[in-house]
């Protein structure tokens, strides 16, 4: 059912990728505030897909995939709107992070993965299945998704940040956090505040099981 859409979504990692197999990247596709004002908008659209390193693409881009072919969403409008959400709340945390980006511009698929993260662990929290485990694990994923996008706000540091060096460019913390408020925020659009209940009853089945 997805599979066309993950063939339009890998197309986009690799055309605005490919510089980096002669060492350079895409630099007219990353978003930069001033050239968006300057009317180049497609900044806007194309700026999650490109990256600034090969290692940097092949954690983001395996990430997301993984995370957008887990979604439960049988709707195409909606998980294409899961994406642009967790895209724009991400670019909005990285542009309240940085005051302005155009000294560096931002690019990467990070902040959506996050997202879709939170997306999918709402879904299993949701989930109508009587596996009592599938709500746990829901919980458990949100809850320590939530608490590395804290460490992460407070501190400006990525977690694992010493696994990456300079690989990555340089990473913008709080936008993981955005990409997971903005993921939240669709999901409750989409499904208002149900899922609240199967949240608390797992909690409260996980303390009752202690």
Known sequence: ???????????????????????????????????????????IFTHPFVHVSWYHLLLDATAFFLLYMQLAEQSLTKRTLYVAG????????????????????????????????????LEMIRSASSNKSVKLTGVICLGLLVGKCLVEAFTGKMVFSFLHTDLIGSPVALAHGGGVLGGCVMYMVFNGLSFIPSYCSAIKRRICWS
Do not use: T
Request: charged share 10%.
């Open 1 to 43: 059912m997805k599979r066309w859409e993950i063939y339009i979504y890998a197309l986009l990692v690799v055309a605005l990728n490919l510089p980096l197999a002669v060492g350079s990247v895409s630099e007219s596709m990353i978003f930069s505030q001033q050239h968006v004002f300057d009317g180049q908008l497609w900044r």
């Open 86 to 121: 967790c895209g724009i709340s991400s670019l909005l945390a990285a542009l309240v992070a940085l005051g302005g980006i155009d000294s560096i511009g931002y690019c990467g698929l990070s902040g959506i993965g996050h997202g879709l993260m939170a997306v999918c662990a």
